[in-house]
């Protein structure tokens, strides 16, 4: 039976640190702030949005929501993130995704000023990542992080398998295990004999977006299984992509969905809220 990775109190450790550097940076009149945007109503943004903004009251952060019709156009949103480039107010900006099909992701993500780039995903910051100088890490990868190493197990030398290969979870992920010298393997939706692949895993890291895929079969014994998935069930119940019942018998530490990975990520939003305030202040 598994240890439970509890991303609850890990995560309000983090946000406890992050209130007190914000706490010092502002005593040094040092602005530190969020501009979160969000265009359109997809109700799953909307649930992000407002823990974001409530972490950040939490944390002593200002917070700067902009809510923009599903109509807004390309131009209109980029204008507004050049406007929030040059706003002192603002240490961070996180443009919520996915955005409306009429607006290309990747020209917002690159106009944002790479050092209000809370999220990581500007093409400076995920090179920086690559090269291992960074300022930022992305939010969900270095919750899981986090909780990796809240386990006391040492990454160097391990297999670990990464499920997902997006540039939000799986790519960053993959890369901060090989920082830290793991042994790792990244499987997507081509992969063959994924099964015979994830039981090698002694670090499984499930970011796919289906409900329990990962089966207890799919484990080896002992694995630490750190779940990324937030899959809203027809009967309104969220569920991670690890089967949690059957793989907890098996894994020997594991996170729970939902207060696992979830408050992790937002609590290292918060951790690079204040670090985009200190770069702010060494630009200035
Ligand atoms: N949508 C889902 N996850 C994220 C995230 O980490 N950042 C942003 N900006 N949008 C998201």
Known sequence: MANLID?????????ARAAADAAALKEQG?????????????????????????????????SYEYALPADT??????ALVEQLNGDSRVSG???QL????????????????????????????????????FDFLPCTPSGCMELIDSTGIDIAGKNCVVIGRSNIVGKPMAMLLLHRSGTVTICH????????????????????????????DMVKEGAVVIDVGVNRL????????VDFDAVKEK???????????????????????????RLQAEKA
């Open 7 to 15: 991303g609850k109190k890990i995560s309000a450790e983090v946000k």
């Open 30 to 62: 040092i602005p530190v702030g969020l501009a979160v945007v969000i265009v359109g109503d997809d109700p799953a943004s909307r649930v992000y949005v407002n823990s974001k903004k409530k972490a950040c009251a939490l944390c002593g952060i200002d």
């Open 73 to 78: 156009s390309e131009a209109e949103l980029l």
């Open 93 to 95: 900006i996180l443009v």
């Open 98 to 133: 996915p955005l409306p099909k009429q607006i290309d992701e990747h020209r917002i993500i690159n106009a944002i000023d790479p050092k209000k780039d809370v999220d990581a995903f500007h093409p400076v910051n995920v090179g920086k990542i690559m090269i291992g100088d």
């Open 189 to 216: 939706s081509k992969t063959k004999d994924l099964a015979e692949i994830t039981r090698r895993a002694d670090i499984l890291v499930a970011a796919v977006g289906k409900p329990r895929f990962v089966t207890a």
């Open 234 to 241: 027809p009967d309104g119940k969220l569920c991670g992509d």
């Open 251 to 277: 894994a020997s530490w594991i996170t729970p969905v939902p207060g696992g990975v979830g408050p992790m990520t937002i609590a290292t939003l918060m951790c690079n809220t204040v670090t985009a305030a």
